[in-house]
Nanobody, 119 residues
Framework: QVQLVESGGGLVQAGDSLRLSCAAS????????MGWFRQAPGKEREFVAR????????YYVDSVKGRFTISRDNAKSTVYLQMNSLKPEDTAVYYC????????????WGQGTQVTVSS
């Protein structure tokens, strides 16, 4: 079992920055990778970024490349999403997820944190 708790969301203006955090607890030693997803009102949840726990390799959706950075602190079992140059279209609930154990996809999810970007 893994528990994920996100924090850091808020209301900002276009062009501002935010850093989201996701603290993992429980059986974190079996985490393969962690990712950030987001869901805007009336839209499906979409992938944003992911990081492999072992070597820190990362991958991003095109719309955030160059603006968002995912990172991890293994000692704290925490993953971060640094979001710069925010745009109104980044407004969404952001979810942290973990792929754990033998799962083929993300099998643990956080409760989400709201990010609102005003124009």
């Amino acid at each position: 079992q893994v528990q994920l708790v996100e924090s850091g969301g808020g209301l900002v203006q276009a062009g501002d920055s935010l850093r989201l955090s996701c603290a993992a607890s429980g059986r974190t030693f079996s985490i393969y990778r962690m990712g950030w997803f987001r869901q805007a009102p009336g839209k499906e949840r979409e992938f944003v970024a992911r990081i492999r726990w072992s070597d820190g390799s990362t991958y991003y959706v095109d719309s955030v490349k160059g603006r968002f950075t995912i990172s991890r602190d293994n000692a704290k079992s925490t993953v971060y999403l640094q979001m710069n140059s925010l745009k109104p279209e980044d407004t969404a609930v952001y979810y942290c997820a973990a792929q754990h154990g033998s799962a083929l996809n993300y099998n643990y999810w956080g409760q989400g944190t709201q990010v609102t970007v005003s124009s």
